[in-house]
């Protein structure tokens, strides 16, 4: 780690009381800065917008977050920032005021190196099954992310796709995901456990041209079918899979045009 805020001023500890530790409250989101420039800022903003709304949490004053991060990222050439909003410690107790004002922790971190042979050669899946939760709060990057601590151990040998008990695709254990049928890029919905990412936002609201993309219930038997098949983050960018079980992907083509589009603003392998 580089450096730490909270509320723009340098820590080295997180409060004793805070409700991050005692409750995993609050909702975070990870940001990759290229070239001194914050990547994607619009959609990093609207997805804690809507954690605000969803969480009950007062609004952060957004311009004073910008500029500080625009300073911290300034002289980084590559660098990872988490960027937390947590509701101030009101006491013992889960309850809280209903909407919270909420400090604003920001960790920065220098990117880890560029792997260049996993774009271009992808990655393996395994398949992993999990009851996956619902609700009010479904799409939000929430501060408790048990499901993905468990899925940790596997995917360091192997990343992991997470099916519900009944087979339907939920996502990875740190993105999201897509297929490719024809020239439609399909994604699994936000309902089903799945948190609404922002590359995935930004491939839904701006495919490549001559490639659609929407959001749809995939069962893991339709991956069989599938033409090719992608994992997805705002640090990693697009990640291709060549292989899920016995089922190869050697269809590059739609896996090039997505990264011709999103790359260049990430500092990332252009296909």
């Not at 209903?98 to 920065?108: E, G, I, K």
């Not at 992808?122 to 009851?131: E, K, N, P, V």
């Not at 009010?136 to 995917?155: E, F």
Request: hydrophobic share 45%.
């Amino acid at each position: 780690m580089i450096a730490a805020f909270c509320n723009g001023e340098r820590i080295s500890a997180l409060p004793l009381d805070s409700r991050a530790a005692h409750y995993g409250d609050g909702a975070f989101t990870t940001i990759r800065a290229h070239a001194g420039r914050l990547c994607n800022w619009r959609l990093h903003r609207q997805r804690l917008h809507a954690a605000c709304l969803a969480l009950h949490l007062c609004e952060p004053d957004w311009l004073a977050i910008e500029s500080m991060l625009e300073r911290e990222t300034a002289t980084l050439a590559a660098g990872v920032v988490k960027l937390a909003l947590v509701p101030q410690a009101q006491g013992r107790g889960y309850a809280r005021v209903w909407p919270s004002v909420c400090d604003v922790y920001v960790f920065a971190y220098a990117a880890a190196a560029v792997d260049s042979a996993t774009y271009r050669d992808g990655i393996t899946l395994d398949l992993s099954y999990r009851d996956t939760a619902g609700g009010d709060i479904s799409g939000i990057k929430t501060l408790s992310r048990l499901d993905q601590v468990l899925a940790a151990p596997t995917a360091a040998m192997h990343d992991v796709l997470i099916c519900d008990r009944d087979g339907f695709i939920c996502a990875a254990q740190q993105a999201n995901v897509f297929a490719l049928f024809d020239r439609h890029w399909i994604t699994p919905p936000a309902r089903q456990g799945v948190i609404a990412g922002v590359m995935r936002a930004a491939l839904l609201q701006s495919p490549p041209l001559g490639f659609s993309a929407r959001v749809q219930v995939m069962h893991r038997d339709a991956l069989n079918h599938a033409d090719a098949l992608i994992l997805c983050n705002a640090v990693r960018g697009i990640v291709p899979v060549c292989r899920l079980g016995e089922r190869i992907y050697a269809q590059r083509d739609g896996i090039r045009a997505l990264m011709h589009v999103f790359h260049p603003e990430l500092g990332l392998p252009d296909a």
